[in-house]
């Protein structure tokens, strides 16, 4: 399970991260074909969400985000939708009783690598929208002893498209963010003035929901 796990996740972050660099190096060739695409920087908040142990919970604090989205037009209501985002923060361990040598906190920064589809509704300038999509969540953690992270996700959202002129748009949305966590977590015992002691590994089987609202500027190509 968790070998196809890996390589579901790999496939998914290798086909985002080749899509956007072809696309963004010569937008001219989709262009050429009467292609539409949108790139929409953006901007908000996001809910960090709790992890649940067998020895306690794991905190990420919310706090603000930011990311780039690109929709590429398959029929006049239907995109397919690729984004990533990013949000700094920190996460706190607060272990149960009989664990409290495991509490402590660390900086990390939270990545999402997304591919799916976004359904629009209406041809007026304002275009409310759903969207949903595959892909992985990459946890870094500052703190040396611990390791990196991939996590298969999914995402579920809905907002509007408001558009000023054929070329510029502001886009507003919410979104349901859920990296699924099958197998465990490895975190340090002892943390504090004393540095780390000695090594624990905390598993789950569930998954962690996270959410943000964010905003941006759409900016349309093509026809």
């Known amino acids: 399970m968790k070998n196809k ?3 579901t996740v ?3 972050r290798r086909f985002w991260i080749i899509g956007l660099v072809l696309l963004i190096i010569d937008p001219s060739v989709l262009i050429a074909q009467g292609g539409k695409f949108e790139l929409t920087p953006f901007g908000g908040y996001m809910f960090g969400g709790r992890l649940r142990f067998y020895e306690g919970d794991l905190k990420i604090k919310d706090n603000a985000n930011y990311g780039l989205t690109l929709d590429i037009e398959v029929s006049p209501d239907t995109k397919l939708e690729l984004f990533w985002s990013q949000m700094q923060t920190s996460a706190e361990f607060k272990p149960f009783y009989g664990y409290d040598d495991l509490r402590g906190s660390f900086d990390l920064s939270i990545n999402y690598f997304q ?14 929208f759903g969207l949903f ?4 969540t990459y946890s870094s953690p500052k703190d040396n002893k611990i390791a990196d992270d991939w996590r298969f996700s999914i995402t579920l959202g809905g907002g509007v498209k408001i558009w000023l002129s054929d070329h510029i748009g502001i886009r ?14 490895g975190i340090y015992a002892g943390w504090g003035s004393g540095g780390a002691s000695s090594g624990i590994s905390l598993n ?5 929901l996270q959410g943000d ?6 900016f349309a190509f093509g026809d």
Request: no cysteine; aromatic share 8%.
């Open 5 to 7: 796990l890996k390589k």
């Open 204 to 208: 789950a089987g569930s998954a962690i």
């Open 133 to 136: 999509t595959l892909g992985t």
């Open 10 to 12: 790999n496939i998914f």
């Open 115 to 128: 591919v799916g589809a976004i359904r629009e509704m209406g041809k007026d300038n304002i275009r409310p």
């Open 213 to 218: 609202f964010t905003g941006g500027l759409i």
């Open 172 to 185: 507003l949305q919410g979104r349901l963010l859920m990296p699924i966590y099958w197998g465990g977590v």
